[in-house]
């Protein structure tokens, strides 16, 4: 009985530990899914508007594979970037404006 309950728990921990390896490494098709997914949400889309962005994406991903899609972060950045170089902003004023842009809540 007590061998029986032993060989159990130790084929439940094997089991175990390899769900939880699979799990960690994602397919290129599921961190594009992530990526698409944390896009839409930035983007605060729901209902139909959201199935249609994310069937876009998924296949904008899969079509151009070599271009990375940009996290909102790196779209907020960019645009900050573009708002400081035609102020002509430089130095310690580019600086500055960078990171209150950069705080501010879209």
Sequence with gaps: MKITL????LFGMVVMTTVNAAEK??????????TCNQQA?????KGDARKTYMSDC?????????????????QKMREC?????????KGDDRSKF?????????
């Design 6 to 9: 032993l060989v159990t728990l």
């Design 25 to 34: 490494t994602l397919t290129p098709q599921q961190q594009r899914m992530t």
């Design 41 to 45: 949400t930035a983007k605060a889309l």
């Design 58 to 74: 998924l296949k904008n991903g899969s079509s151009a594979s070599n271009e990375k899609s940009l996290t909102p972060q790196q």
């Design 81 to 89: 970037n573009s708002q400081a170089t035609q102020q002509s902003l």
């Design 98 to 106: 960078m990171s209150a842009c950069l705080k501010k809540q879209v």
